[in-house]
């Protein structure tokens, strides 16, 4: 029997060691008007490696041309609001650089992150639906955050290759990791 005990101690034990971090942000565009909730779960199963799943809701904004019988092109920005969006990324930090891939707002997407004061300070880009076989320049997201406590303000630019699709962002939001959180999953033991 304690054979069997310490056998399934040893099985348990990587769950004992992940950590959990959760993270509910809200921003607002600027000029245009769009508010986005979301909210992330990050499962690190080392300090170098983890991997994280989200879902927001939002506004979406997209452009649509039109070339005429005249070769004229007509670009229509349309707003709408997004039921939801997923992501779901894998994260690799190498010292103070954080690599990143995988779906972002249902998107596939790369990130580069550079971490500084505990990860309290954080400056990124975020490449999403990039086309590599067709021209179409991938969606560019770069800003940056800073957290006091759990407290975090962000800020940055989003859509940078089309200047009709670019627009600032600002927000705010909570991100903590607590043990407490392993034991709301049933991951930490007794």
Do not use: C, K
Request: glycine residues 10%.
């Amino acid at each position: 029997m304690r054979e069997l005990a310490g056998d399934l101690d040893q099985l348990v034990a990587p769950a004992r060691r992940l950590e959990l971090r959760l993270d509910v942000s809200l921003t607002a565009s600027l000029p245009r008007r769009g508010n986005r909730a979301g909210v992330s779960l990050e499962l690190a199963t080392r300090p170098e490696l983890w991997y994280a799943v989200g879902v927001a809701s939002g506004t979406e904004v997209a452009v649509s041309e039109e070339i005429s019988s005249d070769g004229v092109v007509t670009r229509t920005v349309t707003t709408s609001d997004q039921a939801l969006s997923w992501s779901a990324r894998v994260f690799r930090r190498i010292g103070p650089l954080v690599l990143s891939g995988g779906v972002v707002d249902s998107r596939p997407s790369i990130g580069i992150e550079l971490r500084g004061w505990q990860d309290r300070a954080r400056l990124e880009l975020v490449a999403t639906d990039a086309r590599p076989l067709e021209y179409h320049p991938p969606t560019l997201r770069v800003g940056g955050s800073v957290q006091w406590r759990w407290i975090y303000f962000q800020a940055g630019v989003q859509g940078l290759p089309d200047r009709d699709l670019r627009a600032g962002y600002l927000g705010i939001g909570v991100r903590w990791s607590d043990p407490d959180l392993r034991y709301v999953t049933a991951l930490g033991g007794h």
